[in-house]
């Protein structure tokens, strides 16, 4: 039997967990998912990605993830294979004394060309009224912001900064207060102003 709760649910991704060897022989664990390594190209590609970055890794294990459609939350979909994965990240960790000690998100090398250069000046944009016509309900939680002229770690609170910068834009819920004081009203007249080219 279905509960609203499952069916909410999205597709099932991966979480995986990588031990990396820097350059300087520093030890880091990293983060991504299968979401994201679909994206370039499969798991093959983008663990090519990491024997150019890093002087060794190895996959130390995955597991799977769903998310409510609402972003409110998400579930563990084999919560006992996740508890054996954190054991070994946290053996792992313990086992390197030079180890980052914590989960880091992947990013790409800033030194790699592979990724294209983006430019949000380059981007053609179009009025919020034709974007909420194609998408219907606009959530301005579910929106990446994108802030031409500024550093995101300048307009975001510092523990998003890292997110904010891979994904390339800010939640409107990572942005420092007294900037998203200053845009969400902005936003939201934008969002019912039909006429407004924002």
């Known amino acids: 039997m279905k509960t ?11 979480v995986l967990i990588y031990h990396v060897v820097d350059a300087r022989g520093m030890h880091h664990f990293l983060t991504t998912n299968s979401l994201d390594t679909d994206m370039m190209g499969g798991r093959d590609a983008f663990e ?27 579930v563990i979909l084999d919560p006992p294979g996740a508890e054996q994965l954190r054991n ?5 960790m313990a086992a390197y004394p030079n180890s980052s000690r914590g989960l880091e998100h992947w990013l790409p090398d800033p030194q790699d060309s592979t ?3 983006f430019n949000p ?17 606009v959530d301005l939680e579910r929106i990446a912001l994108v ?3 500024n550093d995101l770690r300048d307009v975001v609170k510092p523990e ?3 997110g904010a910068i891979a994904r390339g834009g800010a939640l409107l819920s990572e942005l420092k207060d007294d900037i998203r004081k200053i845009l969400e009203p902005e936003l939201m007249r934008s969002i019912e102003d039909q006429s407004c080219g924002v």
Request: net charge negative; glycine share 8%.
């Open 4 to 14: 609203p709760e499952s069916d909410n649910l999205r597709r099932p991704f991966h």
């Open 48 to 74: 090519a990605r990491l024997a150019q970055q890093f002087t060794s890794y190895e996959l130390l294990g995955s597991t799977p993830v769903s998310v409510f459609e609402d972003l409110g939350g998400g």
């Open 88 to 92: 070994r990240i946290l053996s792992a």
């Open 115 to 117: 990724l294209p250069p």
């Open 121 to 137: 000046k380059d981007v053609q944009w179009r009025p919020m009224a034709t974007f909420q016509k194609e998408v219907g309900k």
């Open 147 to 149: 802030f031409q002229d």
């Open 160 to 162: 998003f900064a890292d």
